[in-house]
C-alpha cells in the first residue's frame, strides 16, 4: 500500500495549526514543515548521467559565443564565481576550463516526477515549489515515520541511493523557516529550526532573506539602520507600520519567525493573473506597454514556478470612470512564455481601442490549463528560451521581482533581444502606486 494513504486522512491539509500566537514561529499545535531543495539539481543530473563531467566545474545553459545564459551551475563551477542568470561568456571568462552542456528539460522533469513521487510517499500534503523544491507538512506523518529530522534523513538517503543525486533539508515549524533553513543546510546537508531557536536562527540573517523584501524594500530597511533580521527584531511593530503600511505588519511577523501560511496539496489554480493600479490615470501607450510587458513577465514566471501552461490570455482594464472590462484570447497551444503571453495581452490592449481615454488599472492573467502539456516534450528552441527564463527567475527569486529586467521593455526588441537581461538597479517608478497580486498567496 502506497505509504502516503496510511497518513491520508488523519489531517487532510496543513491548516489547523494556523492560528496560532506570535510566540517564535511556533504555533499553538506545532507544525512540522520540511522543505526538501536538490542540490544544483539540472548540473547534478548532467554529471551524474556522464562520469566524465564528475567534479568538474560544469554548467547547464546556452551557447558562450551566442549570448547564453547559465541555467544552472555545478558547485565546481560556483567555487570560480558562476552563478544563474549569469551570461555564458562570463562564465567562460571566471573559468576557461567549464564545461557547457545544453538543457535536457526531458530529462530534468523525468527526474523531477521520480523526487516528487518519492516525498508523497511521506505525507500527501506536499507543495512543488518547482521542479526541484517542494514543501512537505509532516505534522501528521511523524507516527508513522518518527520524528520530522528522521524523514528528512530518510528522504535524504533515498534521493542519493535510488537516484544518485543529493538533496538538502530544511526544517522548521513553518514554510518560511523551513525554506531558510534549507538554504543554511546547503549543499547536502539537513538543518532543522526547532520552535526555541527561530528566533536566533533568525537574528544573524541579512533582511533580504525575508519574503518579499526585494532590493528597494531591503536599501530602505538598511537606510533606517536595519541590516540584519535580529535589529529588525528589536523594531516595534508601530514603527514597521509607520514606515511601510500593512507590509510593516508582515516584516514584523516574518523577523519573529511566524509564518502561517499552509503547505497547499494540489493546489488547483483556476488561473493566474497580475494586476497592476497607477497613481494617476493614464492613456501613454508607451507606459502601458511596458506595465504590460512587467505583468507578463510576472504571470509567465509564476506560471513556470509551478510547472503550469495556460491557453487562454486575458486582458482586464479599468477605466478612469471605473468601468471594467476584459478582453481574451486563446491560443492553439498552452504557454507559459513571457514573450508570447505579453504579445497576446498587448494584441488584446490594441484591439480595445482607448481612444483617447484614460485607464486606471491593468491586468493580465493565463488561464485554461493543460496539466497534461505541463510533461510535453520542450523543443529544442522553446527548451533554450526556457533555460533562460527559469535562470532569471532564480535570480528574482534570489534578489526580488526587479532585479532583472528585459533589455527592451517595449516594443522594438526581437525575441534575440529580449533574452538579454541585464540588472539593474531596483527602482520602483514614480507614477506606480499598488502592485496587486492577483492570486494573494
Ligand atoms: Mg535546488
Known amino acids: 500500500m502506497h505509504r502516503a494513504q496510511q497518513v491520508l486522512g488523519q489531517r487532510g491539509c496543513g491548516r489547523g495549526a494556523d492560528t496560532g500566537k506570535l510566540v517564535g514561529g511556533?504555533?499553538?499545535?506545532?507544525r512540522k514543515i520540511i522543505h526538501v531543495d536538490m542540490d544544483a539539481f539540472f548540473a547534478a543530473i548532467e554529471q551524474r548521467d556522464d562520469p566524465s563531467l564528475r567534479s568538474k566545474p560544469v554548467v547547464v545553459g546556452g551557447d558562450p559565443d551566442s549570448r547564453g545564459v547559465v541555467a544552472a551551475a555545478s558547485y565546481e563551477a560556483r567555487a570560480y564565481g558562476i552563478h544563474s542568470a549569469m551570461p555564458s561568456s562570463q562564465a567562460r571568462r571566471r573559468c576557461p576550463q567549464v564545461v557547457f552542456v545544453r538543457p535536457n528539460h526531458e530529462t530534468y522533469r523525468e527526474v523531477s516526477t521520480q523526487v516528487m513521487a518519492l516525498l508523497r510517499e511521506y505525507t500527501p500534503v506536499i507543495e512543488p515549489l518547482s521542479v526541484d523544491e517542494a514543501f512537505l507538512d509532516v505534522t501528521?506523518?511523524?507516527?508513522?515515520f518518527g520524528?520530522?529530522?528522521?524523514?528528512?534523513?530518510?528522504?535524504r538517503g533515498r534521493i542519493r541511493e535510488t537516484l544518485q543525486l543529493t538533496a538538502s533539508v530544511g526544517i522548521a515549524p513553518n514554510k518560511f523557516l523551513a525554506k531558510l533553513a534549507s538554504e543554511g543546510a546547503k549543499p547536502d546537508g539537513l538543518l532543522e529550526v526547532k520552535p526555541e531557536e527561530v528566533l536566533t536562527f533568525l537574528a544573524a540573517l541579512p533582511v533580504e532573506r525575508i519574503w518579499g523584501v526585494g532590493e528597494t524594500r531591503a536599501a530602505k530597511l538598511r537606510r533606517l539602520g536595519f541590516t540584519t533580521i535580529g535589529q529588525l527584531q528589536?523594531?516595534?511593530?508601530?514603527e514597521l507600520v509607520a514606515q511601510f503600511g500593512k507590509q510593516g505588519e508582515e516584516l514584523y511577523k516574518l523577523a519573529r519567525g511566524f509564518d502561517e501560511s499552509a503547505v497547499q496539496p494540489g493546489r488547483e489554480r483556476k488561473s493566474v493573473s497580475h494586476e497592476e493600479?497607477?497613481?494617476?490615470?493614464?492613456?501613454?501607450?508607451?507606459?502601458?506597454?511596458?506595465?504590460?510587458?512587467q505583468l507578463s513577465e510576472q504571470v509567465g514566471r509564476r506560471l513556470r514556478a509551478q510547472e503550469l501552461k495556460g491557453c487562454t490570455i486575458t486582458l482586464k482594464l479599468r477605466y478612469a470612470d471605473f468601468r471594467t472590462i476584459t478582453r481574451s484570447k486563446t491560443l492553439p497551444q498552452p504557454t507559459d512564455s513571457d514573450k508570447q503571453i505579453y504579445e497576446s495581452a498587448r494584441a488584446l490592449l490594441a484591439a480595445v481601442g482607448l481612444g483617447g481615454r484614460k485607464v486606471r488599472l491593468l491586468g493580465v492573467g493565463v488561464s485554461n490549463f493543460d496539466v497534461g502539456e505541463q510533461l510535453r516534450l520542450l523543443a529544442e528552441d522553446s527548451a533554450e528560451a526556457s533555460a533562460v527564463e527559469r535562470a532569471v527567475d532564480e535570480v528574482r527569486e534570489r534578489f526580488g521581482p526587479q532585479s532583472v529586467r528585459r533589455a527592451r521593455l517595449v516594443d522594438g526588441g526581437t525575441a534575440e533581444e529580449g533574452r538579454r537581461q541585464r540588472v539593474e538597479?531596483?527602482?520602483?517608478?514614480?507614477q506606480r502606486k499598488a502592485v496587486q497580486d492577483g492570486n494573494n498567496q
Not at 26 to 30: F, G, K, M, S, Y
Not at 140 to 144: F, T
Open 26 to 30: 511556533a504555533a499553538e499545535v506545532e
Open 147 to 155: 520524528s520530522a529530522r528522521r524523514i528528512g534523513e530518510q528522504i
Open 140 to 144: 501528521s506523518s511523524v507516527g508513522l
Open 234 to 238: 528589536q523594531c516595534p511593530a508601530e
Open 425 to 430: 538597479p531596483d527602482s520602483d517608478g514614480p
Open 277 to 293: 493600479t497607477f497613481a494617476e490615470d493614464t492613456n501613454d501607450m508607451v507606459f502601458l506597454g511596458a506595465i504590460l510587458l
